[in-house]
């Protein structure tokens, strides 16, 4: 089951030639999730081959490169014949503003574009086997991120003791599965604990977009299999991430530290480090010994199970 992110625009407020201002696109199982807008988002996608066939995006404030890209979006999936709606969720207060940006450009779309607030704690989007929901972030303006969490899965089927108990192989060897008691050969009943491991837990995907370090974002990201955190800036600009209230590599290192989260990947990268990153990564390392990574935009993740290496 895949869980596919790719990095659209990993830059800060000021776009570089290589880097574009906030996009996190998210396949997971084929539902299409975009995280944060900006400028000329769309035309990330279509050069990172990751179509535009979302259903939801999902805003963390109103800053201009987080957002701007947005009428140009909509509009682009009206051209190519868009007639599924498009919810847009939003931090409370921000969906006048939202709606006003949306029909910034004159007209208004050819398909139907929901805007739905919501707030830090609640669920934005209960999928079938997963949830999204908003967790409150430190920014200039209002501001949260967003945690994508999967439902535990069953634990793992033992095929030779099913076999051993006298079920036949075949449909019951999914209902088993599935939580099901089946009736073997003999006619006696088999329990699913009889042949099911405990159950499995699923990912968690964490999106801060812009933010100082906080306690809360320890709490949601617990264990998280990969945290998108915002890195600014390079320790040496502590105080410049302070006073614009962002965070540094190193402030990042440290959230996914005490997280004990497996795997950082380093967002809203300054344009002062066009030329040379590197000092943020090598910060963040320095406070965080899992994997760490600085996506370049187009880099894509595949986010494995906890377990997958077991």
Known sequence: MSLRVTFLGTGGAVPTTERAPSALFVNREGDRLLFDC????QRGMMRYGTGFGID????SHLHGDHVLGIPGLVQTLGFNDREEPLTIHCPPGTREDLHDLVHAVGHDPTFRVRIE??????TALAADDYEIRAFETTHRTQSQGYVLTEDDRPGRFDRPKAESLGVPVGPKFGR????????????????PEQVVGPSRPGRKLVYTA????RERTVEVAANADLLVHDATFADDMA????????????????????????????IHVSSRYAGDAS??????????????????????IEVPFPDAEE
């Open 210 to 213: 812009d933010t100082r370090p």
């Open 176 to 191: 088993l599965h599935s939580g099901e008691a089946v009736e073997a050969t003999d006619g006696t009943i088999v329990e």
């Open 56 to 59: 939801h995006l999902f805003v």
């Open 117 to 122: 607030t919501v707030a830090p704690g609640e």
């Open 239 to 266: 105080d410049r991430a302070r006073d614009t209230a962002h965070s540094t590599g190193r402030e990042a290192g440290g959230i996914a530290a005490r997280a004990d989260a497996k795997r950082l990947a380093l």
């Open 279 to 300: 000092p943020i990564l090598r910060d963040a390392r320095d406070a965080f010994d899992g994997t760490c990574l600085l996506p370049d935009d187009g880099d894509r």
């Open 38 to 41: 900006g400028e000329g988002t």
